[in-house]
């Protein structure tokens, strides 16, 4: 059985996390997909993702049971 090429190495997805780093940016997820696209989530300043809704004050039930 052949090999087929391979469609992404490990120093792009090492050089994308650095690229990130050095905007000031963190780098919630990376994912490949079969074809090698890397598609890269960030988060935004205030540590959540960058398409999250912004809840506000709001109280989750659970926030009572885990402290």
């Known amino acids: ?9 490990q120093g792009d997805v090492a050089k994308i996390i650095k690229a990130a780093a050095a905007a000031g940016r963190v780098v919630v997820r990376i994912e490949v997909d079969k074809d ?3 598609i890269v989530i960030l988060a935004n300043g205030k540590g959540q993702l960058s398409g999250e809704a912004n809840c506000g004050d709001a109280q989750n ?3 009572e049971v885990l402290k």
């Open 36 to 38: 090698g696209r890397i």
């Open 1 to 9: 059985m052949s090999r087929v090429p391979q469609r992404f190495k």
């Open 61 to 63: 039930e659970w926030d």
